[in-house]
T-cell receptor, first 114, second 116 residues
């Protein structure tokens, strides 16, 4: 069974640009969550999608948005990039039907803002 | 408010010995899940072990076991017979219901160094 796939693995952007990151969950998983990991703030929850609906959101500005498609694949978009957006962005999937199911993570997208 | 606390920023252990990584949590939700993840320097997050709030027995997965003390709200990870490849960052996480969905909160992590 293929794992969670995130693309691209690495990305370099400049301030003010926008970026879209992609995540393909494990087959059959309907929940996709996004996290931002930085050395200073650790792992922070961005949002969770389930059946194409955002059902939970962390404390991030509106520049951070996402969506989920009917095949459960998800994209995350960050507009007007700032230097502080440099981070490892992790996507995780789970069946989504109960909180006890573990999330399985992709390898992440490392975003660098110049 | 901090919901997952890992008090050990770094830990050293001798190869082949056991090590305990501490984790305490705080929640008012009666139903929740507790997880441990390993993150090597390459960055991927590897799921290690899960404990449900209603589970009566401590979870075990190979060399990993979770010492779950519900009344004390602690979920310590025990790694037996440490190996050099166990050197990594370890995160304790809790998944609970939040505004119609589920939210996973991570601790700050513990960096484990295994010495030969």
């Amino acid at each position: 069974k293929a794992g969670v796939t995130q693309t691209p693995r690495y990305l370099i952007k400049t301030r003010g640009q926008q970026v879209t990151l992609s995540c393909s969950p494990i087959s059959g998983h309907r929940s996709v969550s996004w996290y931002q990991q930085t050395p200073g703030q650790g792992l922070q929850f961005l949002f969770e999608y389930f059946s194409e609906t955002q059902r939970n959101k962390g404390n991030f500005p509106g520049r951070f948005s996402g969506r989920q498609f009917s095949n459960s694949r998800s994209e995350m978009n960050v507009s007007t990039l700032e230097l502080g957006d440099s981070a490892l962005y992790l996507c995780a999937s789970s069946p989504g039907d109960a909180n006890e199911r573990p999330q399985h993570f992709g390898d992440g997208t490392r975003l660098s803002i110049l | 408010a901090q919901k997952i606390t890992q008090t050990q920023p770094g830990m050293f252990v001798q190869e082949k010995e056991a090590v305990t990584l501490d984790c305490t949590y705080d929640t008012s939700d009666p139903s929740y899940g507790l997880f441990w993840y390993k993150q090597p320097s390459s960055g991927e997050m590897i799921f290690l072990i899960y404990q449900g709030s209603y589970d009566q027995q401590n979870a075990t997965e190979g060399r990993y076991s979770l010492n779950f003390q519900k009344a004390r709200k602690s979920a310590n990870l025990v790694i037996s017979a440490s190996q050099l490849g166990d050197s990594a960052m370890y995160f304790c996480a809790m998944r609970e219901r939040n505004t119609g969905g589920f939210k996973t909160i991570f601790g700050a992590g513990t960096r484990l160094f295994v010495k030969a």
